[in-house]
């Protein structure tokens, strides 16, 4: 039985008490699988843009118009059904070969589930009906979607990855992080990443240190086009954010007032936000040694994750379950998560170095083979794709 102290509150017992429960890992965390092999993706990924080249001569769009949904009858749900067919989603009609074909110009549940299958390859809600979305991922003829394989298969041939130990790796267009021990995919999780006009840049790097309840200092493009306007605006509200003015030579904090807030807007300080449960970064950060200022950490907004593209970050990388990656990296250094739990009670700060420190991939990949073969596709949400010319 777990010991538990008396002077936490309720917040903190709920937590202890699901943490030392028996685990029950949700999706992110449930059944491993291999990890990719960079490898075998760009053969794979070359292979199967030279079959998208071949299907290419019998590729045709769909009619121009709205969106498809079950029920619905018209010559647009026949071409549909051959363009999911031509990529392999739609398999024919449920039961034996010789049973009397359905009618094809009819949008069935056979089609629904082939549509389904098809926005799940190219990151887009499964919900079945071809909307303006889907329609638009459809309209993308076979020779760009073989174009954008070979892009691809020449960023894998560039990504050397550990075959054993432990790595994270996190893909950009996917908006996922993957933790990887010995080959095998042990925690898959969502991520929120940079807008377009404040990317997550591409890094290889290490994890070296878990903060609990972190402090977050106030990069200066943040400070300038942000936050000083909002404290100069009404700094009794920032106050209560915790919010307060650092000098940068001496260290030394103040209160928000006219006189503080010029010398930060003069390049002689900035703002820091205190640790606590309104913090920018969370009751987490994860420590990467870097020139960007960029972590990985927890996030306050935690409906963000219910989006499908979640590029909303300054250039961080916010995490769905920072909690269980923590657990995760420092359980071999003895932490459960009832610890983990404790060290995010509170407001004390708690730097706790991992060793050995793992490996950090941030990669910008917009295609894959995934370990079923079938080719993945992600939105170019920086447009690299655009500017980017095969090697060969």
């Known amino acids: 039985m777990v010991k538990i102290p008396r002077h936490l509150g309720l917040a903190a017992l709920l937590s202890l008490a699901i943490a030392s429960a028996t685990p029950i890992h949700i999706a992110m965390a449930t059944k491993e699988s291999v990890a990719l092999n960079p490898v075998n993706i760009s053969n794979q990924l070359r292979s199967e843009a030279n079959h998208y080249r071949e299907i290419a001569k019998r590729w045709r769009p769909i009619n121009e118009g709205g969106p498809l949904q079950a029920g619905d009858k018209d010559l647009r749900v026949l071409q549909l059904r051959k363009l999911l067919e031509l990529y392999g989603d739609y398999r ?216 499908q593209q979640r590029a909303f970050s300054h250039g961080c990388v916010r995490l769905q379950q920072p909690e269980e990656l923590a657990y995760s990296l420092l359980e071999s250094q003895g932490w459960d998560r009832t610890r983990v739990a404790q060290a995010t009670t509170g407001s004390e700060v708690l730097n706790v170095p991992i060793k050995p420190a793992p490996r950090l991939f941030i990669v910008y990949m917009t295609a894959w083979i995934d370990t079923h073969g079938r080719p993945q596709f992600r939105q170019d949400i920086y447009h690299r794709d655009k500017h980017q010319a095969p090697l060969n």
Do not use: C
């Open 92 to 307: 024919g009609q449920p039961g034996p070969a010789s049973a009397p074909q359905k009618d094809h110009l009819r949008f069935d549940s056979a089609l629904q589930s082939a549509l389904e299958n098809f926005q799940r390859r190219h990151g887009l809600p499964a919900t079945g009906v071809a909307d303006n979305e889907t329609l638009s991922a459809l309209s993308v003829s076979p020779v760009e979607r073989a174009r954008q394989m070979t892009l691809n298969a020449d960023r894998w041939d560039q990504l050397s990855l550990p075959e054993d130990g432990r790595y994270i790796l996190v893909n950009i267009p996917s908006y996922r992080l993957q933790l990887v021990e010995n080959g095998q995919v042990k925690l898959d999780m969502k991520t929120v990443v940079g807008k377009s006009s404040t990317r997550t840049p591409n890094m290889h790097s290490r994890i070296t240190s878990v903060v609990f309840n972190p402090t977050w200092t106030v990069p200066r493009s943040i400070l300038i086009t942000e936050l000083l306007p909002k404290a100069r605006h009404n700094p009794a509200a920032m106050h209560r954010r915790g919010y307060r003015v650092v000098q940068y030579r001496s260290g030394a904090t103040s209160p928000i007032t006219d006189e503080s807030l010029a010398r930060a807007a003069g390049g002689h300080a900035t703002l820091r936000q205190v640790s606590g449960p309104d913090n920018t970064l969370g009751k987490v950060k994860f420590v990467i040694p870097n020139k960007q200022a960029i972590f990985l950490h927890d996030t306050q907004a935690q409906s963000l994750f219910s989006e």
